[in-house]
């Protein structure tokens, strides 16, 4: 496959994984990848007390760690960061609520492309 960043954000689309398109639209499917563990955070407040935990997506394998900060009764999300699989992120597009409905599309266009279509909406300006 090309390298993404040179194709446009349709190719883009229509060379994700399978997995990858499912998630794009419904989200992600998150199983706990480590559990909470306490971590020192560098210019944390004084006193304070912090626990990370990394999730995983069970069906693309999108990584996200979480930071956060315990309290008596709560826990209180800090920061997050995401790890993306190859393939995953789609260059140019802009928000991600932006182009759902054209992943949503790409997502019938897979399972419908061999079943009559309305002439109109096979162009892809349609
Ligand atoms: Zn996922």
């Known amino acids: ?9 349709t190719e883009q ?7 990858a398109l499912v998630c794009r639209d419904l989200m992600h499917a998150w199983s706990v990848d480590r ?6 955070v560098e210019g944390g407040v004084r006193g304070g007390f912090y626990v990370e935990r990394t999730k995983g997506c069970m069906r693309c394998g999108t990584q996200r760690v979480e930071l956060y900060r315990v309290f008596r009764d709560r826990l209180e999300l800090i920061r ?3 790890k993306y699989p190859d393939g995953y992120l789609i260059a140019g ?8 409905g054209r992943i949503r599309r790409e997502g019938v266009r897979r399972v419908l492309e ?9 162009d892809e300006s349609a």
């Open 114 to 122: 061999d079943m009559e279509t309305p002439e109109a909406l096979k």
């Open 93 to 100: 597009a802009g928000n991600v609520q932006a182009i759902r």
């Open 1 to 9: 496959m090309p390298k993404t960043a040179k194709l446009s954000v």
């Open 80 to 82: 997050s960061h995401y």
């Open 35 to 40: 559990p909470y563990y306490r971590v020192d």
């Open 13 to 19: 689309i229509q060379h994700l994984s399978d997995n």
